[in-house]
């Protein structure tokens, strides 16, 4: 290993991603899977973006001793490692989180597997069916060339190769068409499955005929063809299915984490969170976030509490109340009882809003299904008068149907299969590139719609942590020697000031009031007003901070959790886009009014409830307004599910991050990229519409009236795929 | 035209190869990391000689 590997910038250094900081105190030695003498560890890595990251991570923790096995998956975020010896599973997080990447346990669960195995089935039928259509062309193209100089038998014998090779190819790659088409029509209703199915069972059916009765034309090139193009669609839309789901799966990973629990016999053992029970007893030491909900018992400590109430400030707590999961303990060890197993805590509430939300959201109707629901009635009525209009006429059966069957091949949803997904994934890999990640492909027909945007204030318009504002040189220098052993945000501030330096000697810190200590032999203090003995004044905005240093008199310090530095820029440029805008923050009026103020935005709601979030976009949407959520904290995730859209920045918490329909790391421009790409990729699948529609103009009267060869339906349908896709490509070609 | 005895079978055969030599890259996590593998290839293993 390279020591550049380490001393390098934290966290992704292609700078995609603003280094992540996980809570510590969690033990992850519970999630270690022993494979004889061989132990492995799973984790979910936040904040890897490049390759940078990749063999920083890789060489860091290949550095470990004992270690065999590390890799790092960079599309997913997953890392496996495996190791022998007494090496703990902590010193490989440690190694982790040093680098400045966010670090979560992850062990698969069932629907992650099925997910997998459906897009891994996709794909070995979509090898499969190209395959197939190879071998069928050459056949094909040498009857085609043979034209007229061909001989019967021989051109019967190559429809018999191609239909031998074709049969099991349909009846293998085909079975995701047949099975979906029949689930839905053994319900009496129909999906875009169903004229699929049926040109292909028809196409086949009638090429068999046609080999049978020594005939000119056999359309098994056209069914694999169609089979082909359509696994391409349906593979293409499992893959962002699957990186949607990973979405819910981060809400496993938080609760994955470990709980310090006091046995029987006093002694401290590490279990999962989800084999807590109620009663138990649980050790919460400082630095810790809580994963379940605790009634303390003993001890008493500040608290940051910014991801369960939105509330910036930090706040003193005591034996009798109750703490929620996601806070994070700050300066002193608490010991309470639990209140319950993760299935029944705060954060399982906040889980059913979400299956509420996303329930609703299931309901949505695509555009691709709008349009399906007005071809397959338009296509088959085609088909059935062609039949009976050819009849009519005089014609054969055996004629009038093959006409018949050559219109609903030739018209089957080929270029409408393709239109929506290809649109997405190229919409998708462009958001990614510019650090958003889709976590759904219909999202973005969602994002193309909204009209009226909510925000959530801390952490997602401001900063989330506060800055300080006021400058006493020698002072600062001198509270930076007390504020250095302290883990409260506005020491924090402080610290982030003032750099690295000496601590003071001596210090105790005493939870909601302050820390003391001594420098060169004077007693110092910093913390609230009343810890160094001056009156409490009304007339400062924000968080403030007094100093005292031995007899001298106390100065005091000011802060405040700041405005994003694009937030002006982003605003103005929304505004002209002609969006209703408005805050809904869990934070003090005061608070929110300042935000408010600074970026121009007149309705606002302070201390709202994670219910009260969730009833203002019910009322917004019984209003037909299509809303976007802005939010990052734990009180933001139910308002996040039940948003039209939703959005949630890199630094939100986990569960936050899965109730929205897309991350960003890029700062609040973000949003109006994301609302650029999605209207531009609307644009597209509409043309893309428009495009499958116009060729079955010119496509539905040349097979009426029974002018098409299986060459030209070949021709068509692959000519017809081929525009779409390019069509949704050109979004790559164009300006930002 | 006896040739084609010969040429069909042997193309489906190298055909067969390419199904199978994919269906092994499939199954074996081939297109599980698609990004990591594009710079995994610039990474300096810094390996002594």
């Known amino acids: 290993m390279t020591d550049a590997a380490l001393s390098g910038p934290v966290g992704c250094p292609s700078g995609l991603e603003p280094p992540t900081r996980t809570p510590g105190g969690s033990d992850y030695s519970a999630f270690v899977q022993s494979k004889g003498a061989q132990k492995i560890l799973n984790l979910s890595v936040r904040g890897a973006k490049c390759g940078g990251c990749l063999s920083k991570i890789e ?29 703990s599973a902590n010193t490989i997080v440690e190694r982790v989180t040093e680098l400045g990447y966010g670090v979560s346990a992850y062990s698969e669960d069932g629907s992650e597997k099925a997910a997998k195995r459906e897009e891994r089935a996709l794909l070995i039928s979509m090898g499969v069916a190209a395959f197939a259509l190879a071998n069928i062309m050459l056949l094909s193209v040498s009857v085609w060339g043979g034209h007229g100089e061909m001989g019967s038998d021989t051109r019967t014998a190559l429809h018999a190769i191609s239909g031998l090779i074709a049969f099991p190819v349909l009846v293998f790659s085909g079975r995701h068409f047949f099975q979906s088409a029949w689930s839905v029509l053994k319900h009496g209703r129909a999906n875009m499955d169903v004229p699929i199915s049926l040109a292909l069972t028809l196409a086949f059916g009638v090429s ?98 910014s991801l369960v109430t939105g509330e910036s400030l930090p706040r003193l707590i005591q034996a009798g109340e109750t703490l929620y999961a996601g806070t994070v303990n700050l300066d002193h060890p608490i010991r309470g009882e639990a209140l319950g197993s993760t299935s029944d805590s705060l954060l399982a509430d906040i889980a059913q809003m979400l299956e509420a939300g996303e329930q609703k959201r299931a309901r949505y109707r695509q555009i691709a299904d709008k349009a399906v629901s007005l071809y397959v009635p338009f296509v088959h009525t085609t088909a059935a008068v062609t039949l009976i209009a ?62 009226h945007l909510v925000f959530d204030k801390t952490g997602t318009l401001t900063l989330g942590t506060p800055t300080l504002v006021s400058t006493h040189g020698d002072e600062l220098a001198d509270a930076a020697h007390l504020a250095r052993a302290s883990r409260h945000p506005l020491s924090r501030a402080i610290v982030a000031v003032a750099g690295a330096g000496p601590i003071a000697s001596d210090v105790k810190e005493m939870p909601g009031l302050g820390v003391e200590g001594e420098i060169d032999g004077k ?60 805050i809904l923050s869990g934070d003090t009026s005061e608070a929110v009014e300042r935000v408010a103020a600074e970026i121009d935005i007149s309705d606002w709601h302070a201390q709202v409830s994670p219910q009260d979030k969730v009833d203002r976009l019910s009322a917004l949407t019984a209003a037909d307004k299509k809303v976007l959520m802005v939010g990052d904290g734990l009180n933001d995730a139910g308002a996040l599910a039940m948003a039209h859209a939703s959005l949630a920045p890199g630094g939100a918490m986990d ?74 490509l050109r979004m790559n070609w164009g300006r930002a | 035209m006896d040739i084609i005895v010969y040429l069909i079978p042997v193309a489906l055969g190298l055909g067969a190869l390419g199904l199978a030599a994919f269906l092994w890259s499939v199954n074996s996590d081939q297109y599980e990391d698609l990004d990591g593998a594009a710079h995994r290839i610039l990474e300096d293993e810094d390996k002594p000689l």
Not at chain 1, 209 to 235: C, N, P, Q
Not at chain 1, 259 to 269: F, I, K, P, W
Not at chain 1, 427 to 448: M, P, Q, T, V
Not at chain 1, 697 to 721: D, E, K, R, W
């Open chain 1, 59 to 87: 060489n860091a923790v290949g550095a470990v001793p004992g270690v065999e096995q590390v890799r790092m998956n960079l599309s997913n975020g997953k890392l496996k490692v495996a190791w022998q010896g007494p090496t």
């Open chain 1, 208 to 305: 068999v005929w046609e080999t049978l009765a020594k005939g000119d034309h056999a359309y098994f090139d056209a069914s694999v063809m169609l089979l082909f193009f359509l696994l391409i669609g349906r593979f293409l839309d499992a893959r962002l299915r699957r990186q949607a789901h990973a979405a819910a799966h981060d809400l496993a990973a938080l609760q994955n984490r470990s709980v310090n629990r006091l046995g029987r016999d006093q002694s401290v053992e590490s279990v999962r969170a989800e084999d807590v029970r109620r009663g138990d007893t649980i050790l919460l030491a400082a630095g810790e976030r809580a994963v379940i909900d605790i009634k303390i018992e003993t001890g008493t400590s500040t608290v940051d509490e």
């Open chain 1, 655 to 728: 569960v936050s991050q899965s109730a929205s329909d897309a991350v960003y790391a890029g700062g609040l421009s973000s949003i109006v990229t994301i609302l650029n790409v999605a209207k531009r990729t609307k644009r597209v699948m509409l043309q893309n519409f428009g495009l499958a529609a116009a060729y079955n103009m010119i496509a539905v009267p040349i097979a009426v009236t029974g002018h098409v060869t299986p060459l030209i339906a070949a021709i068509a349908m692959s000519a017809s795929s081929l525009i779409v896709t390019l069509n949704a």
């Open chain 1, 390 to 451: 050819w009849l009519l006429l005089g014609a054969g059966v055996r004629d009038a149907i093959m006409v018949a069957v050559a219109t609903l091949i030739i018209t089957c949803p080929c270029a409408l299969a393709l239109a929506a997904p290809v649109a997405q994934v190229v919409a998708s890999g462009r958001l990614f590139r510019k650090g958003i990640y889709l976590r759904s492909g219909d999202a973005l027909e969602r994002f193309a719609e909204v009209d």
């Open chain 1, 523 to 582: 007693r110092c203090r910093l913390g609230s007003a009343d810890w160094v003995g001056v009156e409490r004044s009304a007339a400062t905005s924000g968080p403030t901070m007094w100093f005292s240093n031995g007899d001298a008199a106390p100065v005091q310090f000011l802060f405040r959790d700041q405005l994003q530095s694009d937030a002006g820029d982003v605003f103005a440029d929304l505004r002209a886009h002609g969006f209703e805008m408005e």
